[in-house]
Each structure stands twice: as C-alpha cells, then as structure tokens.
C-alpha cells in the first residue's frame, strides 16, 4: 500500500521519534512510505532545497498515488490540514489522524472533532494504541 505520511516540517517536531516507530512499523510491514524524508532531522532544510512550487506539486502528486493519508498531527501545521482536507474532501481515499492525547487541547478542533465518514481520529497515550488502528489498513 501506498502510504502518504503527515508529520510537520514547520510546526512542532517534539514527535518525531513516534513519527519515525510509525514510519518504521509501516515499512516493515511492506508499505511504501512516500513522504518517509519527513521524520529525518533535516526535513525542513531539505525541503527548503525546492521552490515552494516543487513542494506544492510533489506533494499533490504523492496525495494523488497514494492508497491512504496517515498524519501524526500533535505538532499540527497548516499544511496537514489542507492534506487532511484534500484527501477527505477531494478523494474516496481514508485518512487516520494520530496525535498525543497530552497534546488535545493545542491541536485544531477541526481535527479532534472530525466526524466524517473515512477518517479515523485517535488521541493516543502509547505506541500500542497506535499499532491496533494501524492494523487495519490493509
């Protein structure tokens, strides 16, 4: 399966290790991870080595050819927001929203309290509550 992976460049990157047992568990289960260069440490340089264009056009195509949109939202950006969006609002694709449920109360209520029909919200306190929804996708 093909997997477009959320996780903030801009925004809060305290999650990344999670984000990176995420990506890790992922691919270890034979999915291909497109966005995996968002959990290394200098994603955000990375990214800045591309026009803003490039970014916008890579990503629309990798939110275009993936099976699915996995974000990790505890450090929320914009830009997961308008992915989380896009898929949902554009697509019959699912999408499955992961943050830290010490981190509820500064995430977007437009994502903790998102009630469409293919999208899946889980506020978790261990890497376990994690594993059981990611189980699932195939």
């Given at each position: 399966?093909?997997?477009?992976?959320?996780?903030?460049?801009?925004?809060?990157?305290?999650?990344?290790?999670?984000?990176?047992?995420i990506v890790?568990?992922?691919?270890?289960r034979g999915h291909e991870v497109l966005t995996r260069h968002l959990v290394r440490d200098d994603a955000?340089?990375?990214?800045?080595m591309l026009?803003?264009?490039?970014?916008?056009?890579?990503d629309m195509q990798w939110l275009a050819g993936c099976d699915i949109f996995i974000a990790e939202?505890?450090?929320?950006?914009?830009?997961?927001?308008?992915?989380?969006?896009?898929?949902?609002?554009?697509?019959?694709?699912?999408?499955?929203?992961?943050?830290?449920?010490?981190?509820?109360?500064r995430i977007s209520l437009l994502i903790t309290g998102n009630q469409h029909p293919r999208c899946t919200v889980v506020a978790y306190?261990?890497?376990d509550e994690i594993e059981r929804v990611l189980e699932g996708i195939s």
């Open positions: 399966m093909k997997i477009y992976f959320g996780f903030t460049v801009a925004g809060d990157r305290s999650g990344v290790e999670m984000a990176r047992r890790g568990w992922l691919e270890a955000r340089e990375r990214d800045r026009t803003p264009r490039a970014v916008y056009e890579r939202v505890s450090g929320s950006s914009f830009g997961m927001g308008f992915e989380a969006g896009l898929v949902l609002g554009s697509s019959q694709k699912r999408a499955i929203l992961l943050h830290r449920a010490d981190a509820a109360e306190s261990a890497f």
